[in-house]
């Protein structure tokens, strides 16, 4: 009894410690592919947002780059570092001179050295590059680093659970192994000899001779003729599977080609869609300057009529002063006379000749007409002046510059820029609230603001009858709201729904890009607000623009800065 215990506790033992074995294997191995697949997958998706980045910030710094722009690549740089991934940005030339070096400070002192995968990178740190060209011509490069620190730690941690999820199965199996060998062995110990004979038939891939005499018709004997029917199907197994083997083979031969194959296609298609991208930023730069272009000749010729009339009216008053300026010299030279004649004659014949001379000019007329003068002239300047600021805050509609200002005041500046267009063709009515100060950008807001009076001008021109533009502001539920409404034509609910679409236009061909509505619904969301339209036809159309006091994507922009400072 002891022996065969020993025996029995030996061969469960033996079990559980080759199918233990053979876990582990298993295990190593799948561990080991899953670590390099996730090593692969990590370098690909870094190298991808890296070159992705690097060619996005090249298209983008360009222009600023080659017209040495300092200012536009400075707000390049400090608008791709609010990417909290990106640790330092710099634009060098051929003569690796530094344009803009702009990032945290640890990183722009490591020196740089070109990355090819994370691991590589042991300073956290992945650092990448793209060549700034112009055809053939290389002008200079950019350098940018990625903070992959926060990706070895996600690694790192998949590779601990992966490990330990690994070492509690490799457990599991073997208490299994050990629970189910004791069930086993207790119930088998009369096929060992057979178990014995199979094991070895398995080895040497023969399977004559091996199956068990069928006595009696109990379990064990049901038993026993199961084994030889395993027996023979392991044969056919054992046929089968060199068959398939072969068909194995064959197929992955055939596959590796096919993933060949496709890898070279994806990367096609990855090149082809990063060409799009640029493509379609460069389309959207191009776009927003065209529809500015036609916003300011739209301005144009009305900008010139309204500096033209205060111009002429100061002109006119600067020719009419210089006749009284002459006036003026002209008694104080006989005034001067009258005080250096010596004797009283000549002093009598002078001033009775400085009295003619007063007597001849109507001096209560030219002293009231000369404060009148001065005062029309400097109101005609200040219109001037006031034109003129508006068009500065209109010509910086590229700027990404925010800053506090009033809804009202960029209302007002607008207005001064449009109204000769406006004037002759309806009446503005505006009825401006008492709103509070928010972040913006007023070079783009006042296009929104210019885009709007104009459409709803020119809804108005189209019925051929003298309308009403009425501006509303107001503060309302966190928000500021400005409502341009009109009695012009209306808008068909049909169009309502692409009225913000690019391109889409309900004016004849020839008269408007289409892009107007598209830009400044663009930039009400730049601004976290939002743009929409009501109309009805022929009845007149209301468009609302509203911003929110509390911008949520500069809390966004403040949170990313001090995440990164931390």
């Known amino acids: 009894m002891k022996k065969e215990a020993l025996l029995s506790l030996s061969l469960r033992t033996k079990t559980i410690v080759g199918v233990a074995l053979i876990a582990a294997i298993l295990f190593l191995i799948l561990i080991t592919t899953v670590f390099k697949l996730l090593n692969d997958l990590v370098d690909t998706s870094v190298d991808t947002s890296a070159q992705t980045t690097t060619n996005l910030f090249v298209s983008t710094a360009k222009n600023a780059f080659l017209s040495y722009d300092l ?110 060998g004791s069930y086993l062995m207790s119930q088998l110990k009369q096929l060992r000899a057979g178990a014995r004979h199979l094991g070895a038939a398995v080895k040497d891939k023969n399977y004559q001779n091996i199956s068990v005499k069928v006595r009696g018709k109990d379990e064990l004997s049901e038993l026993a003729e199961a084994f030889n029917q395993l027996v023979e199907l392991l044969k056919d197994e054992n046929i089968h599977r060199e068959r398939v083997e072969g068909e194995l083979k064959e197929l992955n031969s055939l596959l590796e080609v096919k993933v060949k194959q496709r890898t070279s296609l994806l990367n096609q298609k990855n090149f082809q869609l990063e060409e799009a991208n640029k493509d379609l930023k460069e389309a959207q730069v191009q776009l927003l300057q065209a529809e500015k272009m036609a916003s300011v000749g739209q301005l144009a010729a009305g900008v010139a009529h309204e500096i033209n009339n205060p111009i002429g009216f100061v002109n006119s008053n600067m020719h009419t002063l210089s006749e009284y300026v002459a006036t003026y010299q002209m008694i104080f030279q006989q005034l001067n006379d009258v005080l250096l004649k010596d004797t009283a004659i000549h002093q009598d014949e002078a001033i009775k ?214």
Not at 412 to 419: D, G, K
Request: charged share 20%; proline share 2%.
């Open 353 to 566: 000749q400085l009295r003619n001379i007063i007597q001849q000019q109507d001096m209560e007329f030219i002293n009231s007409d000369i404060s009148e003068l001065i005062t029309d002239s400097k109101d005609g300047l200040i219109r001037v002046a006031e034109i003129v600021k508006g068009l500065k805050l209109f010509s910086r509609v590229d700027s990404d510059e925010m800053q506090s200002y009033n809804l009202n005041d960029c209302v007002r500046t607008t207005l001064a820029m449009v109204n000769n267009q406006l004037k002759y063709i309806c009446s503005v009515e505006t009825h401006l609230g008492s709103i509070p100060h928010i972040m913006m950008n007023m070079g783009k807001i006042s296009q929104v603001v210019t885009n709007l009076l104009i459409n709803a001008g020119q809804a108005i021109e189209s019925t051929g009858v003298q309308g009403t533009i009425t501006i509303t502001t107001r503060e309302f539920d966190g928000n500021v709201e400005l409502s341009i409404q009109d009695t012009g034509c209306g808008i068909e609910s049909s169009h309502l729904d692409k009225l913000f679409n690019p391109f889409f236009t309900t004016k004849p061909e020839g008269q408007g890009t289409g892009l107007g509505l598209s830009i400044s619904f663009g930039i009400a969301q730049e601004h976290g607000g939002t743009l929409h339209a009501s109309s009805k036809d022929g009845e007149g159309s209301c468009f609302t623009l509203c911003l929110p006091i509390h911008n949520p994507l500069d809390d966004n922009a403040e949170d990313s800065f001090q995440d990164d400072s931390l």
């Open 71 to 180: 200012a536009s690549l400075e707000a390049d740089a400090t608008e791709m570092l609010s990417n909290p991934n990106i640790s330092y940005v710099r634009v060098l030339d051929n003569n690796n001179n530094v344009y803009v070096e702009k990032g945290e400070p640890e990183a722009l002192n490591h020196p740089f050295q070109l990355d090819s995968d994370v691991m590589s990178a042991v300073d956290g740190i992945y650092d990448t590059a793209a060549d700034i060209k112009v055809g053939e011509t290389l002008f200079g490069r950019v350098e940018i680093g990625l903070d992959v620190d926060s990706i070895n730690q996600s690694v790192k941690r998949v590779r601990t659970w992966t490990l330990t999820l690994a070492a509690i199965e490799l457990g599991l199996i073997a208490l299994c192994s050990f629970l189910l």
